[in-house]
């Protein structure tokens, strides 16, 4: 079964600085999100993403948050100055339409130091 | 205020026994519902949403509009069937679903 690919699987980085994780969704799908979860706590819904722009966004989905889809595969979720409460497991997901069967990638750990 | 409640961190079972995992819902409109499991290393997955009204696993669930519930039912669990369980709300498209915190089962043999 086709799978979405999410890299790196785990991110150490500093505070303050950019980070960029990656995700390549399932190749005939249209629908993109990301989704994140810190430890103990629930998943929560950051964004959405069809036809290059943004469908839909949560609260936590601030100006120092950003996506992009840079190229045919790629989808990416860039935090710019990252701070220590960004630590969490990010989930990329994708899905045919809006209504379909979500695929969940294995998630990336960040951790923020 | 769109919530979805999952009382049990923790349900522990012995293999044969019947299963049920709760799940509350809030939400003021019609919501679609769904359960996602992750089994040990793996990825979160689908295991079934509300309007397919179909087993998977041996695993349903019915939605309870007057009860706001959408409980996770299996008559005979199996060793396998141990994982994290997750109960997600859909308001309205766009795949932005609204988790509960999970309840991690664990069948034992």
């Known amino acids: 079964e086709p799978e979405v690919t999410q890299t790196p699987s785990h991110q150490v980085t500093q505070m303050g600085q950019e980070v960029i994780l990656r995700c390549v969704p399932i190749?005939?799908?249209?629908?993109f999100y990301w989704y994140r979860q810190i430890l103990g706590q629930k998943v929560e819904f950051l964004v959405s993403?069809?036809?290059?722009?943004?469908?839909?966004k949560s609260e936590i989905f601030d100006d120092q948050f950003s996506v992009e889809r840079p190229d045919g595969s790629n989808f990416t979720l860039k935090i710019r100055s990252t701070k220590l409460e960004d630590s969490a497991m990010y989930f990329c997901?994708?899905?045919?339409?809006?209504?379909?069967?979500?695929?969940f990638g294995s998630g990336t750990q960040l951790s923020v130091l | 205020a769109q919530r979805v409640t999952q009382p049990e961190k923790l349900l522990s079972v012995f293999k044969g026994a019947p299963v049920e995992l709760k799940c509350n819902y809030s939400?003021?409109?019609?919501?679609?519902l769904f359960w996602y499991v992750q089994y040990s290393r793996q990825r979160l997955q689908l295991l079934l949403r509300?309007?397919s009204r179909e087993s998977i696993k041996g695993f349903t669930a019915d939605l309870n509009k007057g009860e706001t519930s959408f409980h996770l039912k299996k008559p005979f669990a199996q060793e396998e069937d141990s994982a994290m369980y997750y109960c997600?709300?859909?308001?309205?498209?766009?795949?932005?679903?609204?988790f509960g915190a999970g309840t991690r089962l664990a069948v034992h043999p």
């Open positions: 997901a994708s899905s045919v339409d809006n209504y379909e069967k979500l695929f």
């Open positions: 993403f069809y036809n290059n722009e943004i469908s839909e």
């Open positions: 509300h309007i």
């Open positions: 939400y003021s409109g019609s919501p679609e």
């Open positions: 190749s005939n799908h249209l629908y």
């Open positions: 997600a709300l859909s308001g309205g498209g766009y795949n932005k679903l609204i």
